[in-house]
């Protein structure tokens, strides 16, 4: 089992920067990948990015590409999303997860096997 806690969202105005940080406990240092999906309202959860745990390869949707940094910390068992040039766009709920097992693609809600409860992030105007 792995438990993920994300933390870190709230409000910011457009153009500005947040870092999201998701704390896991349980058996995370035998996960394969982690990454961040978010769900804005009236809209299905989406792929951000992700990371390999162990190489630390690194992927990420195209409209958050050049924006958003994903980076984990292996020692703490902790992974961050580092988001900057914050459009309205981006508003909404964002989830951490993790996969236990290989996946042709870190990019689809079936490759992941664990997520947290969700943090707010809204970008105003």
């Known amino acids: 089992q792995v438990q993920l806690a994300e933390s870190g969202g709230g409000l910011v105005q457009v153009g500005g920067s947040l870092r999201l940080s998701c704390a896991a406990s349980g058996r995370a240092s035998t996960s394969f990948a982690v990454g961040w999906f978010r769900q804005a309202p009236g809209k299905e959860r989406e792929f951000v990015a992700a990371?390999?745990?162990?190489?630390?390869?690194?992927f990420y949707a195209d409209s958050v590409k050049d924006r958003f940094v994903i980076s984990r910390d292996n020692a703490k068992n902790t992974m961050y999303l580092q988001m900057n040039s914050l459009k309205p766009e981006d508003t909404a709920v964002y989830y951490c997860?993790?996969?236990?097992?290989?996946?042709?693609?870190?990019?689809?809600?079936?490759?992941?096997?664990?997520w947290g409860q969700g943090t707010q992030v809204t970008v105003s105007s």
């Open positions: 997860t993790a996969a236990q097992g290989r996946a042709a693609s870190w990019f689809y809600e079936r490759a992941y096997h664990y």
């Open positions: 990371i390999a745990w162990r190489t630390g390869v690194t």
